[in-house]
């Protein structure tokens, strides 16, 4: 069974950077997206942003629109999360996921459509 894992949050100064990244255990057949999503305190999870297989759509929450980019990775490295002018709103624990079909619902950003995910990193943004 494939695993996904998060790597590369941490604590940082509002205004600052990281960059998430989500790599799976094994060699991966082709899911049909991955994503980002994050849980803050006393939150929701909420979408954050998705990616399809292939790199042709991406789209993200309107949040994070402008200071947050999803790209593809290769290998076992599957999506990156490039963060940059961190709010301390942005705090929360990020998680990656990966879904096997089209649906709508991949494209509204909902959790429902995927069907892995992996533990999550915790992001700190400092004010």
């Known amino acids: 069974q494939v695993q996904l894992a998060e790597s590369g949050g941490g604590l940082v100064q509002a205004g600052g950077s990281l960059r998430l990244s989500c790599a799976a255990s094994t060699s991966t057949r082709d899911f049909y997206g991955l994503g980002w999503f994050r849980q803050g305190p006393g939150k929701e999870r909420e979408f954050v942003a998705g990616i399809t297989w292939g790199g042709a759509s991406s789209f993200y929450a309107d949040s994070v629109k402008g200071r947050f980019t999803i790209s593809r990775g290769d290998g076992k490295n599957l999506i990156y999360l490039q963060m940059n002018s961190l709010k301390p709103g942005d705090t929360a624990v990020y998680y990656c996921?990966?879904?096997?079909?089209?649906?709508?619902?991949?494209?509204?950003?909902?959790?429902?459509?995927?069907?892995?995910w992996g533990q999550g990193t915790q992001v700190t943004v400092s004010s």
């Open positions: 996921g990966a879904a096997n079909a089209y649906s709508r619902t991949f494209h509204s950003g909902g959790p429902g459509a995927y069907d892995l």
